[in-house]
């Protein structure tokens, strides 16, 4: 009984001072994490590239055993096939169970396997990060088409799902910088999948298919020259049409700004940016000054942009940032998710002091997280992304702005390029694919954090139901959603938002259907969210107020 109460008032302690446990516990404890991973990536880096036949030969000898045995009716080789990436080390929402799945050892394939220079391309194994990837280039004076803002993110994650950065209104999502992709199927066989070869259907297909169709265990990218600088042009703005007409402007020119982003601060305060290319002689000439954004005593990325505000209507200001710090500009505040889980990160004492460890390891505040906190995250949280054709900009921003109203927001350009895969212009989603390139300018939002009125201590905030508002208002618009994201669409719902057209004819013509999954088993959340529906709507009307929130769970 003593220590019963012991506990719970330890508990309660901890949630009223929740800062302080991060700051004194989880965040060393994530540091030592991140110190553990690194420690043992470090020789599977030296010995990877030799490697990768061999690796290769394993994967396909697992896949093939298990196909066999799947023929002969065993048991064990009729539960769906996946990777062994672990749940937590997953930069999405979910903690997938893959307890009733068979795994294939894959998770060591994360060297990266050469560079051909002349033609401009990379090729790597799935699991290399972003940042091992683009520290490597660095240091030959490249980097890649799209570089994505998290060092954590895997390139075979990136591309099976989505990836999409401030260079997509230009190159399109990651996948689009895709130049081959090396499959292993259902039944054991190495596919080599490119534009024009006779797998070119597969190569349409595999983006967004989340490892549905085979497992991925080589990729080619497009790399480009690497300029050494970003010149900054920041510009505020106070007003929702203002920015949102800016912004299309912007991203619709013939020769738009290499680098382009929108973070808002506020429904009628947003801060525009443009990143141009500047290289060594002309960064050496300039008499901007230099910033490097990422260095670990520095203001947080957002808060440097925030204070953008400051400079008042019709004013810019522009700087030097070195390419490394623009690239990974927002990984400290891990996309600005940090403004609510650690509002005290920006303070100087603690960037002077304890700024290097951040960002927070992400695979250990999600193996860390209770599995009861996942019903709060649902509830109580907004974790979501769309993007949209971007002439319906600002009533989006209007919708999240009345039913959440949660600040910082972060919108990102991408250019959609119709390849007759899941993301489709439209105009022709369900139709076959007429083999033409067409693409449409699309922008997008990241909404992260707890909406206000949860803030405000609402215990009857219908969370489920406003999301799912807000995803069929992007459905409706031809959008679609990250499925990174908690996705709380009804099956019927996310066929409608990405076509599976071309996916269910590879599924087919590879023999995947039953082997792995489907994408909705892949990215529904553990717990069903419409469940919540009934509940939320006989709240319809009423809302109970009481204490203040509790801490953003990742
Ligand atoms: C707060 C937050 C902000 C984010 N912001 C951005 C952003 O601004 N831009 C952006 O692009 N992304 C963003 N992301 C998303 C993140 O980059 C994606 O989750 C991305 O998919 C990579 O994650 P991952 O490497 O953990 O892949 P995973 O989640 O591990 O993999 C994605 C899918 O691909 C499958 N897969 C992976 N490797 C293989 C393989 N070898 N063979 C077969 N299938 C495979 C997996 O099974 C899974 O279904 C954000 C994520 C978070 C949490």
Redesign the pocket.
Known sequence: MILHRAADAARRWADAHREVVIICVALPLSTAATAWQRFKSLGAKRSAPGGHDARLARVKADVKRYADARRRGEAWAQRPL??D?KPA?????RMADKSASQTVR?SD?TAILGVDRENGVVRLE??ATVGDVSQHLDEMGLQLEAT???KD??M???V??????THSHVCGL?HDTVTAYEVVTANGDLVRATADNEHADLFRALPWS??TLG???ALEMRVIPASTHVRMVYRPFYSLEAYSDEYQRLVRQDAPPHFVETIIFAKDRAVIMEGHLAHEDEARASRLPVNPVNRSYKPLFYKHVESMLELGQGQRYEELVPMQDYLMRHDRS??M?LAQILPTANEPWFRYTMGWMLPPN?TFLKGTRPEAERENTIRKQVWQ?YAFPAEHFAEMVAQVHDDFEIYPL?A?PCKVIDKGGMVRLPSNRGKPYSGATETAAFLDI?V?GFPQRVKDGDQRYPAVTKVRALEQKARSLGGFL?T?CDVFSSEEEFLEMFDHGLWRQMRERYEAEGTFPTIYE?VKPEMDPLQFLAQEAAWEGNSARSGPAETLSF
């Open positions: 996946r990777t990436r080390a997953s930069l999405n929402t894959m394939l799935p699991f994505i803002e998290m993110a895997t075979g994650g990136l099976m799902a989505l990836g999409m950065t990651v989340h490892g497992l991925l265990v891990m996309c998710c992400t992304e972060l990102y990241g992260y990250h990174y892949k």
